[in-house]
């Protein structure tokens, strides 16, 4: 595809001209292999005289103004971006102007006061925050830009119409409604376990830093890491318990020259105001989300009951005869006021 946007860039005629080509012009301008070759002109004549032209308007092309350019730099680069949201987020993403924020799906109290707090100080300073919307420290840096209004980012190893995990259905929709979801996987691809290893090489190429907040020796996060120490992008860790496994993998990063992490406030001085600056209410002082006192409503406590009875989804839903979209709302809000955290199985804990 990266071949094919190259020569179709310098052509007068375009994609247009390239897709009537003949074959001998193929053969002579690319080393494909005649596998290849034969596939192309199959795929032509199957198509008949006219290019496909109709293109989703929510699918990003390597031909696009706006695919981001560092995705070309990738050993195996997208060959398309699907993306539901806020079509503002496109140029920034284009133009690495967000974090990424990663970790372990299983990290310790700390790791996940941590991920809330630099995911609401990046938010409040502007910088969407990315991640890959998994359980843990993912989830955790998602719901502290969006209690503090930011514009969350979410790469996920799914296509969009997919939820994974089943428990963050209504984080989605809240990433969805508040900033974007990014994919490579069209509607109709089967979902792999290696699908969400992927991501991670899109993730790096969308963002001006990654952090990493806390990691296992065997983590997706050092692969994100590693990506971005490949392409030139700076990785910050936010250092942990020497004694903790779940710490063991991101602890060794800061050996290997990442920036030590201790205050969301160095990252920000790094990296200066976001591109959301202009439109996000002044940086909210460290730890005055988390320390107000949310006002409880007569079914949010009749959820916190369920939760401390350890009631799964089905379950409350049954118990308040209400629909499962408006529950999972409803425990969405309890997570952003830092009362309640998912957990596998559609369940969840009191915090």
Request: aromatic share 4%; net charge neutral.
């Amino acid at each position: 595809m990266r071949q094919l946007a190259a020569v179709a860039a310098v052509l007068p005629g375009g994609w247009q001209e390239l897709w009537r080509w003949p074959l001998e012009r193929f053969r002579q301008e690319f080393a494909w292999s005649e596998s290849v070759l034969a596939s192309v002109d199959s795929y032509r004549s199957s198509c008949g005289d006219t290019q496909p032209s109709e293109v989703p308007a929510q699918v990003l092309l390597p031909c696009d103004s706006l695919w981001p350019p560092l995705l070309n730099d990738l050993e195996r680069p997208p060959l398309t971006l699907q993306w539901e949201g806020d079509a503002c987020l496109l140029p920034w993403l284009a133009s690495q102007q967000s974090v990424a924020v990663v970790g372990t799906r299983r990290p310790s109290a700390h790791g996940l006061r941590m991920a809330e707090r630099i995911g609401g100080s990046l938010a409040s300073a502007g910088w969407p925050v990315v991640s890959g919307l998994a359980e843990g420290i993912d989830a955790a840096a998602h719901r502290g830009c969006l209690r503090n209004g930011g514009r969350p980012v979410a790469v996920l190893g799914t296509p969009l119409h997919r939820v994974y995990p089943p428990e963050h259905r209504a984080l989605q929709q809240a990433v969805s409604q508040s900033g974007m979801l990014v994919t490579e996987l069209r509607r109709e691809t089967r979902v792999h376990r290696s699908s969400f290893a992927l991501r991670n090489r899109l993730l790096v190429a969308l963002t001006r830093a990654v952090v990493v907040v806390e990691c296992p020796k065997s983590s997706g996060a050092l692969l994100s890491a590693a990506m971005a120490q490949r392409l030139g992008v700076p990785v910050w860790v936010v250092p942990g318990d020497a004694l903790r496994d779940s710490a063991c993998g991101s602890n060794a990063l800061l050996r290997s020259g990442a920036h030590a992490l201790l205050d969301p406030n160095d990252l920000l001085d790094a990296l200066g105001p976001g591109p959301a600056d202009a439109l996000c209410s002044p940086r909210v002082a460290q730890g005055t989300t988390s320390e107000r006192s949310p006002s409880i409503g007569g079914l949010q406590k009749q959820l916190l009951q369920l939760v401390d009875a350890g009631s799964t989804l089905e379950q409350m839903v049954q118990a308040l005869k209400l629909d499962s979209q408006a529950v999972a709302a409803e425990l969405l809000r309890l997570e952003l006021d830092g009362l309640v955290l998912a957990q596998p199985g559609l369940c969840w804990r009191r915090l």
